[in-house]
């Protein structure tokens, strides 16, 4: 656990008039508990709103014991028990309010996306389905799942069989299809979220590669979160580009 003097210089890092500390010094103390924890993830709670450190003339963060300490509450929160910056947000203004704040009991990775449907937890196995069952839940014809195949929008699991990631990809790249799109069409897109899914991955690769079970879980939660973020820019990224073009 985090300790975080309030009453005077913390380790060094300050006089006893002047308790403030660079965002370096906050690195340090955070990574005694958060070995993870980067000045980037700091500077991203910050834009978030999580956290407000002070700033000098010159433009510098300087953090008090109170930032540290409310830095640590959310990096405990998202390791132990997975809840997105949002809700986190809500919870320490509540208690900064006196008020009583119940959290979920620490377990397995909870749907991270503001906005998303909550998705239950599954084994490995469920929602694994053959080709016919994909053709029938998607309702899309063989001969257009086999092109799609063949231009990557939809993969086979390595195991075998299709997830319902594979039956939602489907229906849209058939929705798209009513306009006009064809799979040649969309192949930007799919190579898109491949760079994407390899900027989160090797975001996140040092937290899953963890000797801490937490650690590893927090991996997990992290890359849902990176990855909901992503969906969220693309949209904001299109609907910019769209109203560019019709000025």
Same mark, same amino acid.
């Given at each position: 656990?985090?300790?975080?003097?309030?009453?005077?210089?913390?380790?060094?890092?300050?006089?006893?008039?002047?308790?403030? !500390?660079?965002?370096?010094?906050?690195?340090?103390?955070?990574?005694?508990?958060?070995?993870?924890?980067?000045?980037?993830?700091?500077?991203?709670?910050?834009?978030?709103?999580?956290?407000?450190?002070?700033?000098?003339?010159?433009?510098?963060?300087?953090?008090?014991?109170?930032?540290?300490?409310?830095?640590?509450?959310?990096?405990?929160?998202?390791?132990?028990?997975?809840?997105?910056?949002?809700?986190?947000?809500?919870?320490?203004?509540?208690?900064?309010?006196?008020?009583?704040?119940?959290?979920?009991?620490?377990?397995?990775?909870?749907?991270?996306?503001?906005?998303?449907?909550?998705?239950?937890?599954?084994?490995?196995?469920?929602?694994?389905?053959?080709?016919?069952?994909?053709?029938?839940?998607?309702?899309?014809?063989?001969?257009?799942?086999?092109?799609?195949?063949?231009?990557?929008?939809?993969?086979?699991?390595?195991?075998?069989?299709?997830?319902?990631?594979?039956?939602?990809?489907?229906?849209?790249?058939?929705?798209?299809?009513?306009?006009?799109?064809?799979?040649?069409?969309?192949?930007? !897109?799919?190579?898109?979220?491949?760079?994407?899914?390899?900027?989160?991955?090797?975001?996140?690769?040092?937290?899953?590669?963890?000797?801490?079970?937490?650690?590893?879980?927090?991996?997990?939660?992290?890359?849902?979160?990176?990855?909901?973020?992503?969906?969220?820019?693309?949209?904001?990224?299109?609907?910019?580009?769209?109203?560019?073009?019709?000025?």
């Amino acid at each position: 656990m985090l300790r975080i003097p309030t009453g005077g210089a913390v380790r060094g890092t300050a006089s006893a008039g002047s308790r403030l !500390m660079s965002i370096g010094s906050v690195l340090s103390l955070l990574r005694e508990e958060f070995p993870e924890v980067t000045i980037s993830k700091i500077r991203f709670l910050e834009a978030e709103g999580l956290v407000e450190p002070e700033r000098t003339p010159s433009g510098y963060r300087k953090f008090s014991p109170t930032d540290v300490e409310r830095l640590a509450q959310v990096l405990r929160m998202q390791r132990d028990h997975y809840l997105p910056l949002k809700v986190i947000k809500e919870h320490l203004d509540a208690l900064e309010r006196g008020e009583q704040v119940q959290l979920p009991s620490p377990g397995g990775p909870r749907e991270l996306l503001d906005g998303a449907p909550e998705v239950a937890a599954e084994s490995p196995t469920v929602g694994r389905m053959g080709r016919e069952e994909l053709l029938a839940a998607a309702q899309v014809a063989a001969s257009d799942l086999g092109e799609w195949e063949s231009y990557g929008l939809i993969s086979p699991l390595p195991c075998g069989g299709y997830d319902a990631e594979a039956v939602t990809v489907a229906k849209i790249v058939a929705d798209l299809g009513r306009f006009g799109l064809e799979p040649r069409h969309l192949r930007a !897109m799919k190579a898109a979220a491949d760079r994407e899914a390899g900027l989160i991955d090797n975001m996140v690769a040092p937290l899953r590669r963890h000797r801490n079970p937490q650690t590893r879980a927090h991996a997990e939660a992290t890359t849902k979160e990176l990855s909901g973020l992503t969906v969220r820019l693309h949209a904001a990224l299109v609907q910019t580009a769209l109203r560019s073009g019709s000025n």
